[in-house]
């Protein structure tokens, strides 16, 4: 079965050092995987995602991915942390479709980003 | 250009009762996806509507059903409401031509049961 892991409920970052918020991933044939932001009171954003092509992923907001096929991991990254990057961040791998049922997303159970001043 | 909209925001109900939530997705797209939010958890998928079907189920009871209108709008319903259906209810609209593309979500309903 598809599925995602995130192993750390919160990370703790000061303001303008780099962050890294963890997932790996289990899948059977090629792992299709995203990364989503959601902020308080609000629906999920969509950041990067990885599907074919090179290992590191650049999205919003300067946000980036790098992918690692030997650990099966999918980490969200970024060089110099914000305030306003306090947020709950969601890895998803897409889910195997049987009849066609594209862009089904199995979700993690998300990671507390908090950046301190 | 108007996003994904969910009405309404916020609903109380009391066990046993049925609710309905609504759901437009983004223009352009056809096929709209729901996701239950519990409290601390990550989304999980409930079902998808393409052509006004059910295309896809997740591990949700027959208590949860949907419909897709001619003008791709959705709605969920859950009868018989449990105190363990409290959660933000999500919906996500996409275009089936493009498999891999991202979902844009709405900023969903939050639903409690007393």
């Known amino acids: 079965a598809q599925s995602v892991a995130q192993p750390e409920d919160q990370v703790n970052v000061a303001e303008g050092n780099p962050l890294t918020v963890k997932c790996t991933y289990s899948?059977?044939?090629?792992?299709?995987l995203f990364w989503y932001v959601q902020y308080p009171n609000r629906g999920l954003q969509f950041l990067l995602k990885y599907i074919t092509g090179d290992n590191l992923v650049k999205g919003s907001y300067g946000f980036e991915a790098e992918f690692n096929k030997s650990q099966t991991s999918f980490h969200l990254k970024k060089p110099s942390a914000l305030v306003s990057d306090s947020a709950l961040y969601f890895c998803?791998?897409?889910?195997?479709?049987?009849?066609?049922?594209?862009?089904?997303?199995?979700f993690g159970a998300g990671t507390r980003l908090a950046v301190h001043p | 250009d108007a996003g994904v909209t969910q009405s309404p925001t916020h609903l109380i109900k009391t066990r046993g009762q049925q609710v309905t939530l609504r759901c437009s997705p983004k223009?352009?797209?056809?096929?709209v996806s729901w996701y239950q939010q519990a409290l601390g958890q990550g989304p999980q998928f409930i079902f998808q509507?393409?052509?006004?079907?059910?295309?896809q189920r997740g591990n949700f009871p027959d208590r949860f059903s949907g419909h897709q209108y001619p003008n791709y709008s959705s709605e969920l319903n859950v009868n018989a409401l449990l105190l363990g259906d409290s959660a933000l209810y999500l919906c996500?609209?996409?275009?089936?031509?493009?498999?891999?593309?991202?979902?844009?979500f709405g900023s969903g309903t939050q639903l409690s049961v007393l």
């Open positions: 996500a609209s996409s275009f089936t031509g493009t498999v891999n593309e991202k979902l844009f």
């Open positions: 223009s352009g797209h056809d096929t």
């Open positions: 899948v059977s044939g090629n792992p299709y």
């Open positions: 998803a791998v897409r889910g195997v479709t049987f009849s066609g049922g594209y862009n089904k997303l199995i």
């Open positions: 509507y393409y052509e006004e079907e059910e295309r």
